[in-house]
């Protein structure tokens, strides 16, 4: 079955960095466009990185040139690394295939790993 466990969210002062990791197990990892998402509170959820099986990367632009995705197909697992953070970057921030992983009819998310910037 499938799972998505993302950790190395925390609190952190705006200009800071955090990397967060995500594992994946149940999917065929390697053969999936990763992504990672954010949700912020009373707002929708938002793609905000996403990286090719090749290697190939997109960003929001709202973290063009702050963030970086990346991916390690041997460990079935996908990176955040996050710079010069912003409040606005506050958010519960998850990562998923592109389109997302569906559980029967419904889309399936992790628990998702916390990141609060403080001013």
């Known amino acids: 079955q499938v799972q998505l466990v993302e950790s190395g969210g925390g609190l952190v002062q705006a200009g800071g960095s955090l990397r967060l990791s995500c594992a994946a197990s149940?999917?065929?990892?390697?053969?999936?466009?990763i992504a990672w998402y954010r949700q912020a509170p009373g707002k929708q959820r938002e793609l905000v990185a996403r990286?090719?099986?090749?290697?190939?990367?997109n960003y929001a632009d709202s973290v063009k040139g702050r963030f970086t995705i990346s991916r390690d197909n041997a460990k079935n697992t996908a990176y955040l690394q996050m710079n010069s953070l912003k409040p606005e970057d506050t958010a519960v921030y998850y990562c998923?295939?592109?389109?997302?992983?569906?559980?029967?009819?419904?889309?399936?998310w992790g628990q998702g790993t916390q990141v609060t910037v403080s001013a």
């Open positions: 149940g999917i065929l990892f390697g053969f999936n466009v």
């Open positions: 998923n295939t592109l389109p997302p992983q569906r559980v029967g009819f419904i889309d399936y």
């Open positions: 990286v090719s099986s090749g290697g190939s990367t």
